[in-house]
């Protein structure tokens, strides 16, 4: 185990002779064996180890075991340790996030504020059955080339000097070495996505490949080199391309489709569109080869005039989008947006209204959010398809109004207005056997 993770330190180039190293201490076995491993050859590295625990106040006395579990823990191996306690129930509910969001955030502004204090290196305990749970779950929600390379085995100053080893080989070598770690008790239910996939489909996966995890770590590697060569290239192409205030649409449509997504992708980024999919890339390609407008997001579009392409702000309005998972909570404007996964049973007709629609839609590129310039619904029962400007005009619905009312879209195809209307697409089927209740209550 010692000779794996230095091999990987030394391949990714993870540490210097001198470094100063804070480990993230959960206080569970992967945590507990880096911390083990890293103490071990902090002689050889000359390598300042310390540590920092941070307690999300989630699981009540349990989460203040885990604590003092790392205190004790650290204090046995005289190693100093940072603790940070964020209340993430409440804070999560203050900054519209979900417990997993605001906690990943939380802790990765933490992660900073120690790496600008002490010029120093992150260690965290992401491992391989880690790294393959991620991709699993990056394919499901549907993701780019950059979600299926995994977890970045550095990423500034964190790195990941676990991230070639197996859960199994952590835990054996927890009991070679008699380390003692605490468990956190959500890991062992299914309530969270990434356990189903834990606890459901790697085991499946491993009859097919007992080695599942390593060849999942080759493929990222390949992958990796890809996106970084795809990158280049797109940003090689943006600086050809680059005149005043945009991109000389020639010179883009002359690039290979490929490395025009990516340069595409690229822009979208630099204007902090992080949320884009590939229907947004499709459209703002379409608009590069055949010119015109398209609205991005409420603030944002991508024009071709003239021979000239640009991503302009257009106002600074405040626009929502989110993407949705059965199951799961969307806050906004002080509302709660459910989306309930149930069976049909009893009367039909009471899942033929507006607060029900069809699981059919329900793919990684819908997003829940306001209207935009272009948006359409092909009208269910009355097999005709209106602009969405022209359907509020005549149901008269106020301009106020209008850009606070959500909608579930496809790109600019609406499969469900808040209240008003549902797509073809969206209506229930008779034959279904479970559809998507919607359900919004105020805060």
Known sequence: MNNLIKSTIEEYGMLS???TVVVALSGG?????LLHNLNSIK???NLKLMACHINHRLRGEESHRDMKFCCELCRQNDIEIFVKEYDVPALSKEMRLSHEECGRKLRYEYFNSLIEKYNCKIATAHNADDNLETVLYNMTRGTSLKGLSGIPRVRGSIIRPLINSTREEIERYCKAYGLVFVTDSTNL?????????????VPVLREINPSVEKTVLNMNST?????????KSGQLLLKIARTGEGYLTNKLKDANPVILKEAVALLFKEKGFSSYSRKHIEETISVIYYGGKINLRKNLSAVNKQGLFRIIETDETEFFSKEIEQNKSVVYNDRVITFENVKIKGK????TSTNYISSDIMTPTLLLRNRLSGDYINLSRRGVTKSLKKLMNELKIPEEKRDKLLVLADGNCVHWIEGIALSNEAVVSPNAKECIKIQITDL
């Open 189 to 201: 239910t299914d309530e969270y996505t990434r356990n189903k996939i834990r606890h459901n489909v």
């Open 348 to 351: 039909f007709e009471k899942y």
């Open 223 to 231: 992958l990796t080199e890809i996106a970084e060569y795809l990158e």
């Open 29 to 33: 076995a992967d945590s507990v064996c």
């Open 43 to 45: 002689e050889e590295f």
């Open 17 to 19: 002779y001198g470094d």
